[in-house]
């Protein structure tokens, strides 16, 4: 207890002896404003000797002198000046999805009035250049600039750069008052657009001012030579009135002029109209009797023209139409006897179809009742005798069997016999061949059929023998 008594008096003491010997810590150099840190460390010694070292709260001087300790004071310093960024966003994303490149300028400084801030500061940034904490607020500030960016269009950027302004100043102070960073200022320093977007804007507000200019000055033009006009108009209209004037004197003299040569005139003109009056009455009768002549020889004119055309009337009709009359009665009768001529024959034509159909018909109509009477006879005969009817059908084909069993042999030019030595050789083997296939046509037949040709043709030869020949073939075979 007593040592740790004494060694708070040694401190003590210690901090007096530091509080005398005063140190000046300048902290303005060339210009550059710097925030003095001194952090305070002593040792709590036991038994006299130094067992550990504890900091105390860092003590912050944003300008002005503080006393160092060696070896239990630590001074840092940090820049409290004002930083200069230039923050560049290339080909970012609009709103729209346009590519636009924006420069902004902004100004920067760590808070060194706010005591929190600048602890803040002190914590994030002590330590480190100044180009290290200008790239911190560089990246952010840039982050922000191009969050804004997506969020506006082209034409917000382009047309209210305060507006795109204060919302990077708005957002980016929040994340760098965090840091200890205040936000001084930033401005849009330059805006490009790589496709030519600007410029299409540009070129179509510069029309617009270009058409604005144009429909000025001939809106100009048009006032002035309105006022022209009517400046015209006034100069003609006391113009046209001086000449209304000296008009209606010169009216009002030729006028009274006029009166007087008519009245003279008139006189001149009775004594001259009654000479006249009277040649020109005679003039007329001459006239009248001349058109009464012509007009008798006309109408004797026009009646001979009329019993000419008469006359041509009736020529054309003794010349040409009686003679075409008579044609046109011709050629329908022509017509009319080769129209019943095309019928008879057309209805000969018909019935000898008919006739000859019925004839065809009626052949057909016999062969075919003569044939159902023969299969009806053939029928009776078949199931009257019904064994003997087939056996007569066999042996009636047989012959035609054996034909077409030797036609193969018929056809052959060359015959070649192989023997082993056995048996016959030559025509009888080759006979006996034929034999013995139409010997195995009964058995071929009962099983094709059902019917057995041996035990048949047995019975068919004893009947042949009871009842003889011809009754037999009168019973309906007629080919046995």
Request: glycine share 6%; proline share 3%; net charge neutral.
């Amino acid at each position: 207890m007593d040592d740790q008594i004494l060694s708070d008096a040694v401190i003590r003491e210690g901090l007096t002896l530091v509080a005398s010997e005063e140190k000046e810590i300048p902290t303005i150099r060339s210009g550059v404003q710097h925030v003095v840190i001194l952090i305070l460390a002593h040792s709590l010694p036991s038994g006299g000797y130094p067992k550990s070292l504890c900091y105390g709260k860092p003590h912050l001087v944003p300008g002005g002198r503080a006393f160092v300790w060696p070896f239990v004071h630590k001074c840092q310093r940090l820049s409290l000046n004002t930083m200069t960024l230039q923050v560049e966003s290339p080909k970012v994303y609009t709103a729209q999805g346009v590519p636009l490149s924006v420069i902004g300028v902004a100004q920067v400084k760590i808070q060194g009035q706010n005591e929190e801030m600048l602890l803040t500061a002190c914590q994030l940034f002590l330590g480190k250049s100044d180009e290290e904490i200008r790239q911190v607020a560089l990246e952010t500030l840039e982050g922000h600039q191009r969050a804004i960016m997506g969020s506006m269009t082209v034409e917000e950027i382009y047309k209210d750069r305060k507006k795109f302004s204060k919302h990077v100043f708005e957002v980016a102070s929040t994340d760098l008052v965090n840091m200890g960073i205040t936000v001084v200022s930033y401005t849009l320093k330059d805006i490009r657009d790589e496709e030519g977007y600007l410029k299409a804007l540009g070129e179509a507000r510069t029309a617009e001012v270009k058409r604005d200019a144009r429909i000025g000055q001939a809106e100009a033009r048009k006032g002035a030579q309105i006022k022209e006009a009517l400046a015209e108009e006034e100069r003609m209209a006391s113009r046209y009135l001086n000449d209304i004037e000296i008009a209606k004197s010169q009216r009002d003299f030729e006028l009274k002029k006029a009166a007087y040569d008519s009245e003279v005139q008139t006189k001149k003109a009775e004594a001259e109209m009654a000479f006249e009056l009277q040649a020109a009455k005679t003039r007329q009768r001459i006239k009248e009797e001349e058109m009464q002549v012509k007009v008798v020889e006309r109408t004797q004119a026009i009646h001979v023209q009329e019993q000419e055309i008469q006359r041509r009337i009736k020529e054309l009709e003794s010349s040409v139409k009686q003679p075409a009359e008579a044609e046109r009665f011709k050629l329908e009768k022509l017509a009319e006897g080769n129209r019943k001529r095309v019928l008879l024959e057309a209805e000969a034509e018909a019935e000898s179809v008919r006739l000859k159909g019925e004839a065809e018909a009626f052949a057909i109509e016999a062969r075919a009742k003569a044939e159902a009477e023969q299969m009806a006879k053939k029928a009776d005969a078949w199931r009257e005798y019904k064994d003997a009817a087939l056996i007569d059908m066999m042996l009636d084909t047989l012959p035609k069997i054996a034909a077409e069993i030797a036609a193969p042999l018929a056809q052959t030019k060359k015959v070649t016999m192989v023997s082993s030595g056995k048996g016959d050789v030559g025509a009888a083997k080759l006979t006996g061949e034929v034999l013995e296939i139409m010997s195995k046509m009964p058995g071929v037949i009962k099983q094709m059929t059902g019917v057995d040709m041996s035990k048949n043709f047995t019975f068919y030869i004893h009947e042949l023998e009871m009842i003889g020949p011809k009754t037999y073939r009168g019973r309906g075979i007629a080919n046995i």
